[in-house]
């Protein structure tokens, strides 16, 4: 078979490359911009989603690559502290500056405090900073804290010396603005966890399942700026052993307040793709109850008087068939009895009504009936 404009063909496929003998005057190398002459080399762009682009033979055989595109780079590359390197063009849309960092790290807070508003709070008391590949890596081998982690890309940790506690945030550096922000809601989730989840039920909870949460809060808020590309490495990400999948389809089922009480309360250790609705089974004890480790406050007597101001309606998630209330940091249904923090101690309320903009509750074992307003902001 003669192939018009072919003086030869063959055909190679290894690690994402294409190599064809052509005569290809028309082609040139995407790296050097010459004319690509007798082979050029097709290699995949993973910054354009794995288009092929054609290189010649020996812009092919250079030792450096793109870190983000994964293509050679020869000239005009931008070199990094950890020896990473970016080609000219998406040195561009990396962010490289830390005050660049810190404005959109103040981006996300305000995005996720408005996207999950209605269902919990994200700490205020979160310093970002950028570091290079080494600096992470060291990170996760101080003795306590080693962590298997493909793709490190960034790294939380909290400081109990200071009141309030808080917590320096590392993600590496040259990362594209949009990756940065789904990086960034990916660590602010660690720090949800460090606040809201007890002792005893962080050290049950697998690995990968408090990967996946935090995964799971990057991806809803990606997917509320429009970034389709940026959810769909998330979801690829095989880093979670699949738990990112498995909390994306609880959360289309179940609700993200459900994912919040499973977290808080769960029974189970991860999710489960074959008995996915166990994300509703929990159990509320005082080991649970408690965010901290330290003994749990006992609980006052039915007679006590709990101040109405104390008890405070956060978010109202409205449903015709199933409405919930965030009070005090914790979700209810309507029926629905459990241990809410206040002051130094943990009280009962009952969830009685829930209305649009309000709900009935009773704190106490006999106490009376309250209504709590939704504040209007």
Known sequence: MRWPGLIGFWLALFNGVTAFSVRAESLYCVVCGEPIKDTVVFMEDNVAGGAKKAVCVECSRLPKECYLCGLPVKKDFTALSDQRVLCARDAKTVVLDDAEAVQIAKQVKE???????????????????????????????????????????????????????????????????????????HEWAHTWIFENVSAARQTRLDRDAKEGFCELVSHLLMESHGEKAESGVIRSNAYTRGQILLFIDAELRFGFNDIVDWMKFGVDAKLDAAALNRVREVE????????SSAA??????????????????????????????????????????????????????????????????????????????????
């Open 296 to 377: 749990a406050v006992p609980v006052p007597s039915p007679v006590s008087i709990i101040p109405l101001a104390d008890v405070t309606l956060q978010g109202i998630t409205w449903s015709p068939t199933h409405p919930t209330a965030l009070i005090n940091g914790r979700t209810f249904s309507v029926n629905e009895t459990g241990k809410v923090p206040v002051g130094s101690t943990n009280v009962l309320v009952r969830c009685m009504a829930i209305r649009a903009d309000a709900v009935v509750v009773r704190v106490g074992e006999v106490g009376g009936l309250r209504t709590l307003k939704l504040k209007r902001h």
């Open 284 to 291: 509320m004890s005082s080991s649970t109850n408690a965010v």
């Open 111 to 185: 995005s996720l405090d408005r996207l999950f508003s209605r269902f919990t709070t994200f700490s205020d008391d979160v310093t970002l900073r950028l570091a290079d590949r080494v600096d992470i890596m060291d990170l996760y081998h101080v003795p306590g804290n080693d962590f298997d982690c493909p793709n490190v890309l960034g790294y939380t940790r909290r400081q109990t010396n200071t009141t309030p506690v808080t917590y320096t945030v590392s993600v590496l550096s040259g990362l594209p603005a949009r990756r940065l922000r789904a990086t960034a809601a």
